[in-house]
């Protein structure tokens, strides 16, 4: 049974490929687990003044532990709890917040005024970084990225009883996303009718905007003890449910892409005990990874940025194996370098020298109201010189990362195949592809054999092979029982002579 979505690129290319996926999805993850560990320092600082590095490493350690202890249940069973506490503790936010500010229907009106309600924003310069299509357009491949190539996510549709059982998991799943984004929303709302004439980040009350809520809620439960512990449960308890979520990730990925290889006959004590081993590792490297998340900006905005740097050219390397059947491993790996390589230098460059303040600077706030003594004077980071392409390619909205490393690995991957020799259909199983001429229902039979590529894709072909998988599996468990014989090799299916090796053998057999 595949227990990774990484061991798809085997299947379809080469161990090279998966491995090179594996190291990119660490990579992915031990960043992005770094900047969900600091943000709700941040808070606890914020609430409760306690040192923002102790909350820090405090919050690596618990995760850890139970991720550690208790495995893929623990996180599966504490997600649902800490998913009722966010809910809850946005809930009580919005209700007290709304009622200080004279209820919902004064917050909008306000929101109207201060042009905060400015949905529509149809302008396509890319440079911009929050309009309609860089939203709509980048944070499709974002979201595509997270929820279709990501191991946390994969993991736990594996773990489900049913594929229909998975389905509704991820239902629910969309559901519980949205509510969490309308509370964050209107709390948004709420804070901005709050603070409309006294900003507390442009006047220096706060150093940085992601400790606005925190202030938000000391201010409206200052009369409430006990409330404000609840809103630091709530940002909490979205951390713990990530970060123990990706180490258990990490681990799994690890241990069956490299230690399982190399030790291939371990037995199921020493590999529960090397799993925790790992648990443990990558639970000290991500709260390490926290000290860097905590020059990377806002953390919504680090968060979006390392899934698209990584996470598109993941996206475009399924792409390119599961639509583009003639892609070759070179291509592939080809593909993902260079989709790196392309995501990396627009992120890194975009951090070196920041976006124009015209692009990137939050609309007019106001300090009129504020006691003068405590306002200090903020503006845009000015740099004395910077080199042209800072204003274009690294000028970028950040939404546009995915997709820039998706369809350059697409791209890259598409012209190396063809240069390098385009992958043979016959070689591969048609259960590892879905061509993207499969994509249009109204092409003929005959466009959509063209875009095969001499995969045997047709129905017909499906059944007849579905007929004679019995035969399949017999032909192979018996050969996997009994040995390999020179002269029966070549009936062993999925097996190569030229390379002497019978990839995809077992997954035919757990097929049929």
């Known amino acids: 049974m595949i227990q990774g979505f990484i061991q798809y690129l085997q299947l379809r290319f080469n161990k090279p490929v998966r491995y090179a996926a594996t190291v990119i999805y660490i990579v992915q993850t031990i960043l992005y ?25 405090a919050t690596g350690i618990v995760c850890t532990f139970y991720c550690t202890l208790g495995g893929l249940k623990a996180v599966v069973w504490t997600d649902a709890f800490q998913m009722v506490v966010m809910i809850v503790g946005f809930l009580t936010v919005l209700i007290q917040g709304s009622t200080h500010a004279g209820g919902f229907h004064n917050v909008l009106e306000q929101s109207a005024n201060g042009s905060r309600l400015h949905i529509f924003d149809f302008d396509v310069d890319p440079l911009r970084r929050h309009t309609f ?50 509370c964050a929303v209107f709390s948004g709302l709420i804070m901005y009718s709050h603070f409309k004439d006294c900003d507390p980040w442009t006047s220096g009350i706060i150093s940085a905007p992601d400790q606005l809520m925190p202030y938000f809620v000391m201010k409206i439960f200052d009369t409430m003890p006990g409330l ?35 030790f291939p006959h371990l037995s199921d004590k020493l590999s529960t005990w090397i799993s925790k081993g790992l648990c443990l590792l990558f639970g000290v ?25 990584c996470g598109g050219p993941m996206l475009g390397l399924f792409s390119l194996g599961i639509l583009f059947p003639f892609v070759n491993w070179k291509g592939a790996l080809g593909g993902l370098l260079t989709g790196i390589t392309l995501s990396f230098w627009v992120a890194i460059g975009a951090f070196i020298y920041p976006a124009p303040a015209s692009k990137t600077w939050p609309l007019p706030l106001s300090t009129d109201q504020c006691i003068k003594s405590n306002v200090t004077a903020t503006g845009p980071p000015v740099l004395s010189s910077r080199p042209a392409i800072a204003d274009t390619w690294y000028s970028i909205s950040y939404l546009y990362y995915s997709a820039v490393g998706c369809l350059g690995c697409i791209a890259a991957g598409v012209i190396i195949s063809l240069i390098t020799g385009y992958q043979r259909g016959e ?27 001499g995969v045997q894709h047709d129905s017909v ?39 002497k090796s019978y990839n995809n053998m077992a997954f035919e057999i757990t097929h049929f």
């Open 33 to 57: 687990t770094g900047v969900v560990v600091y943000a709700p320092a941040l808070a606890l600082n914020q609430v409760t003044g306690f040192d923002l590095w102790g909350s820090v490493f």
């Open 133 to 182: 299509w860089t939203i709509t357009v980048g944070g499709t491949f974002t979201w595509l990225g997270i929820y279709g190539v990501n191991q946390s996510t994969i993991q736990r549709c594996i773990s489900c009883k049913t594929e229909k059982h998975a389905k509704l998991a991820l239902y629910f799943n969309l559901l519980g996303l949205w509510i969490i984004l309308v």
């Open 228 to 262: 404000p512990g609840l809103f630091v449960a709530c940002a909490f308890s979205g951390t713990l449910s990530t970060v123990a979520a990706s180490i258990n990730a990490l681990a799994t990925v690890t241990f069956e892409d490299f230690v399982k290889s190399c």
């Open 285 to 309: 490297m991500c709260t390490s990874m926290a000290v860097a998340a905590s020059v990377m900006g806002g953390v919504v905005q680090a968060a979006l940025s390392i899934h698209g740097m």
């Open 427 to 453: 070689d591969i199983q048609p259960l590892l592809i879905r061509p993207v001429g499969n994509l249009f229902c109204f092409w003929s039979k005959k466009y959509k054999r063209l875009c095969w590529c």
């Open 461 to 499: 072909i499906e059944q007849e092979n579905l007929e004679n998988g019995s035969n399949w599996k017999q032909e192979a468990e018996s050969v996997l029982k009994n040995g390999l014989r020179g002269e029966s090799l070549v009936h062993v299916p999925g097996y190569d002579l030229k390379d």
